[in-house]
């Protein structure tokens, strides 16, 4: 089962922040937050992962509250492109190699 | 660079027939991966390898056989294709062991 638990749909207007929560009150030390989203049935596309600071990319802005159980993704400007199915995963160190979960995200509109 | 790259884009199988769904990547990555997707689904794991020789199994592994043996390709084979099996599949990598996994375009299969 997926770690983490996100609203099944936001809304955005175009040109405005859109702010992604995510919540993984179960999450351990050494564990990494990922976002990916998913447009139509393409491939997922990474967008940014953080461990404890805050990280930022040319996409997005990732928040990690101190305490690390919750965390929010920011689109500074969202386009119509930027709508989407986006994904926020705890990877997990097993066996050698990171498992991503995912579940089933939140479905993103950004409106014009 | 191509990146993943997945054949074929489209399949249809009759129950109990067999058939390899090929994955390649060609940035040297070690880790490499299978998910497969349900309609209205996240991504579940299916094998993993993390480098030729070494392979092991995801969430969800049963039906499915894989193999490494080189770095580039990891072919997923189904024996005895099943109703169930039918989903879209996608193939990741990534070269290291926390980061960015980069997906495949996916290959669509329907099992009737």
């Known amino acids: 089962d997926a770690k983490t638990t996100q609203p099944p749909s936001m809304d955005c207007a175009e040109g405005r922040a859109a702010n992604l929560p995510c919540n993984h009150s179960t999450i351990s030390g050494n564990e990494y937050v990922y976002w990916y989203r998913q447009i139509h049935s393409q491939g997922p596309q990474y967008i940014i992962h953080?461990?404890?600071n805050n990280e930022t990319n040319e996409m997005a802005s990732l928040i990690i509250t101190e305490d690390r159980k919750s965390s929010t993704l920011i689109l500074p400007h969202a386009t119509l492109r930027d709508t989407a199915v986006y994904y926020c995963i705890v990877g997990g160190t097993q066996g050698g190699s990171e498992k991503l979960v995912f579940g089933k995200g939140t479905k993103l509109t950004v409106n014009p | 660079n191509a990146g993943v790259t997945q054949t074929p884009k489209f399949r249809i199988l009759k129950i109990g027939q067999s058939m390899t769904l090929q994955c390649t990547q060609d940035m040297n990555h070690n880790y490499m991966y299978w998910y497969r997707q349900d309609p209205g689904m996240g991504l579940k794991l299916i094998y993993y390898s993390v480098g030729a020789g070494i392979t092991d199994k995801g969430e969800v592994p049963n039906g499915y056989n894989v193999s490494r043996s080189t770095t580039e390709d990891f072919p997923l084979r189904l024996e005895l294709a099943a109703p169930s099996q039918t989903s879209v599949y996608f193939c990741a990598s990534t070269p290291r062991l926390a980061g960015e996994q980069f997906f495949g375009p996916g290959t669509r299969l329907t099992v009737l």
């Open positions: 953080g461990l404890k």
